[in-house]
């Protein structure tokens, strides 16, 4: 794709995939089977409706939803309107709600009532009482100062300031097809379009801002990358608040023709049925997803003849029978900032350049290896930190004036540590920050985790470094065994002491269940619960390392 294509606009795109594809069956939701003609008029509605109420370009509307159609229809009903879309995260708790509302100055939320066990509107109603106690029309919130009117869908009846789906749809029948089609040809790839909060770990998220090109263009990206085609059958997992569940599951799929498959709840039985009775052929999940699903105990008698696109290290690769590596999504290296990959592989190139490095730069961008501390550019296969621009670059975190975001030259420092070879092919070694100094010398937990993906007794390890004295941080390896797998300490440290130089092995090795670990909202293990919880189980064993005893209130 050409990056200047003024056609990279969320409105223009929905009508070109419509266009192609019409009659095609665009999502699977339960029992309901909508094809592209279907979703293209769903979100022309909605987004007659947006204007009808005097939604315009540059108006911050949130989406608090799940991974249903209804999410999808309202993300492009926004873009058409030339709107920013804000997805919340439908983990978001009361505190998190209250920040994204207002830091976003959304002056409209299109929401539904529950998800699961997670009472959504209950929860809005707790931050912001002034809702219910207002009238439809005339909101005014201290809170949320922006905030004029909330859209609930299958609600019975408004509940103060809160409107069923029905008042604004009524309102956009008054709005005619010629001034919407006005409003999205003058909606063009620079103007604002996403504020995605990346969910931190130890600080309130931050808003990344987007424009109209960003997850445009990685949707025909990734069709191309991953080798999608209107035959392609996508069951997904990602959450469409982050970002690869927009670019990668909607857009990817969309820009190829396929077919999404969706459920709103992750449960792996209910998942194994829909990947086997709707004939998936491609499968985004998070690993202890994937893992979960290999493990379920009627998996090994289903059948999956379709499943051809999915990783070779995932267990439903083994389910499928695919016995060669001859497909994986994992060279690859993006961020929020940059709407999912900046470097990448196809899918399909060979295996042993995929477990190589993490891709070369897509087109448009342009990555370098910096020192962390002065910028100097470094050279070849000198490993410094991440900085990287091109055309789908956020425009800047939101609220923050710029100069604290690009250096000089406009490139985002990406705070990751990695190397260029000699071929421009990229080397992630993790992030800066969560190096591990033990004696003199920085351990990348990534290795450490990555070849343990390896390892037939594991499920998850995750190396800590946890203080000491003298050495700065020993590294602690937390690791998550398999059901049904019991490995010891000293066998495990056997086996990476084989595989690795003898400061990287983990001075100490700690079980933990499944349930005891904390993740972000996009399911990364939240490294920092993880290294207390790993200091409180050293200190009530009273254990020595290197002539140091960790005691509880020492």
């Given amino acids: 794709m050409d990056p200047s294509d003024p056609r990279l606009t969320l409105g223009h795109f929905l009508q070109d995939v419509a266009a192609r594809h019409g009659d095609r069956i665009a999502v699977v939701f339960g029992d309901r089977r909508a094809t592209y003609a279907e979703i293209a008029r769903e979100a022309r509605a909605l987004a007659r409706g947006l204007l009808g109420v005097g939604v315009a370009k540059g108006a911050r509307v949130a989406v608090w ?35 994204i509302l207002r830091h976003s100055d959304a002056s409209l939320l299109l929401m539904q009532p529950a998800l699961e066990r997670h009472r959504l509107l209950e929860t809005l109603l707790a931050v912001h009482p002034e809702i219910e106690a207002a009238r439809s029309g005339a909101l005014r919130s201290v809170g949320a100062p922006h905030l004029r009117r909330v859209v609930c869908s299958r609600i019975d009846a408004p509940r103060g300031a809160v409107e069923g789906q029905g008042t604004l749809l009524e309102a956009g029948r008054g709005v005619s097809d010629a001034l919407l089609d006005a409003v999205i040809d003058q909606t063009h790839p620079s103007d604002d379009a996403v504020i995605v909060y990346t969910s931190g770990t130890t600080a309130l998220p931050k808003g990344v ?23 392609d059958r996508v069951y997904t997992t990602y959450p469409f608040f982050w970002t690869a569940g927009v670019a990668m599951s909607i857009g990817g799929t969309f820009a190829a023709g396929g077919r999404l498959l969706l459920q709103e709840i992750f449960e792996p039985g209910a998942a194994l049925d829909m990947i086997e009775n ?14 979960a699903l290999g493990e379920h105990p009627s998996a090994a008698s289903r059948s999956f003849p379709s499943l051809r696109k999915v990783d070779s290290s995932s267990p439903l690769a083994k389910l499928a029978g695919l016995e060669r590596d001859e497909y994986g999504a994992g060279a690859s290296y993006g961020l929020s900032e940059t709407f999912t990959i900046a470097s990448a592989l196809p899918a399909d190139a060979p295996a042993s350049e995929r477990r190589s490095c993490n891709g070369r730069p897509l087109p448009g961008n342009v990555l370098r290896i910096v020192d962390p501390e002065s910028g100097r550019v470094l050279g070849p296969s000198e490993e410094g930190e991440i900085a990287l621009k091109g055309p789908t670059l956020m425009r ?22 990695g190397s260029l070879d000699s071929e421009g092919r990229l080397h992630w070694t993790g992030r800066l920050s969560n ?50 797998e019991a490995p010891d300490e000293a066998s495990l440290r056997t086996w990476l002491r084989e595989r690795l130089a003898t400061y990287k092995v983990p001075r100490r090795v700690l079980f933990f269940g499944p349930d005891e670990l904390a993740y972000t909202a996009n399911q990364k293990v939240r490294t920092e619960p993880l290294r207390e919880a790993a200091l409180r189980r050293l200190e009530e064993e009273g254990a020595e390392i290197e002539g140091h005893r960790y005691e509880t209130g020492a």
């Avoid at 309202?74 to 209250?98: C, H, I, N, Q, R």
């Avoid at 609220?399 to 030259?409: I, L």
């Avoid at 990534?446 to 499920?459: A, N």
């Fill in 209 to 231: 801002l987007h424009t109209q090109r960003a997850p445009v263009l990685q949707a025909w990206r990734f069709a191309e990358m991953l080798r999608l085609g209107p035959e």
């Fill in 396 to 417: 800047g975190y939101y609220k923050v004036p710029t100069e604290r975001v690009f250096d000089a030259d406009g490139f985002f420092r990406s705070q990751d540590g």
């Fill in 278 to 291: 709707e004939g998936a052929t491609a499968v985004h999940a998070w690993p202890h997803q994937q893992a």
């Fill in 65 to 99: 939803m799940g991974n249903r159609p209804e999410w999808i229809v309202s993300a492009f009903a926004v873009g058409m309107v030339g709107g920013v879309l804000v997805p919340v995260s439908t983990f978001a708790g009361e505190a998190e709600l209250d920040h």
């Fill in 435 to 484: 190096l591990i100094k033990t004696g003199g010398a920085n351990v990348s937990p990534v290795e450490i985790q990555e070849l343990l993906e390896g390892h037939p007794q594991l499920k998850l390890g995750v190396p800590v470094g946890v203080g000491h004295p003298t050495l700065g941080e020993v590294l602690v390896l937390c690791a998550v065994p398999l059901e049904g």
